[in-house]
């Protein structure tokens, strides 16, 4: 499986942004559907964006028009852009890897704290 580290979480204030990334290492990069999920204490993992090898890019309905995903094949790296962050995004942001035409994401990144003050 590839091995996925997160990295560029931190605090921000309501209305401004952040951008994540993830970079892979241990697989093929481009064969790999990436997507990122959340976790809020005592709440269920939500699903945030995906982006696969065509390009076509997927949203959840609360992140959609805020959040960007994308990726960068050459250096092995998926980045999520956060704008007009909402307290209700603090999370646990987490990267996670499938292969196209795999519904389920068997790779997964360590997790980075996102917090966000009103």
């Known amino acids: 499986q590839v091995h996925l580290v997160e990295s560029g979480g931190g605090s921000a204030q309501a209305g401004g942004s952040l951008r994540l990334s993830c970079a892979a290492s241990?697989?093929?990069?481009?064969?790999?559907?990436m997507g990122w999920f959340r976790q809020a204490p005592g709440k269920e993992r939500e699903f945030v964006a995906a982006?696969?090898?065509?390009?076509?890019?997927y949203y959840g309905d609360s992140v959609r028009g805020r959040f960007t995903v994308s990726r960068v094949n050459a250096k092995n790296t998926v980045y999520l852009q956060m704008n007009s962050l909402k307290p209700e995004d603090t999370a646990v942001y987490y990267c996670a890897a499938r292969l196209s035409g795999n519904n389920e994401y068997k790779s997964w990144g360590q997790g980075t704290q996102v917090t966000v003050s009103s």
């Open positions: 982006i696969g090898w065509s390009g076509y890019t």
């Open positions: 241990g697989g093929t990069f481009g064969s790999y559907v």
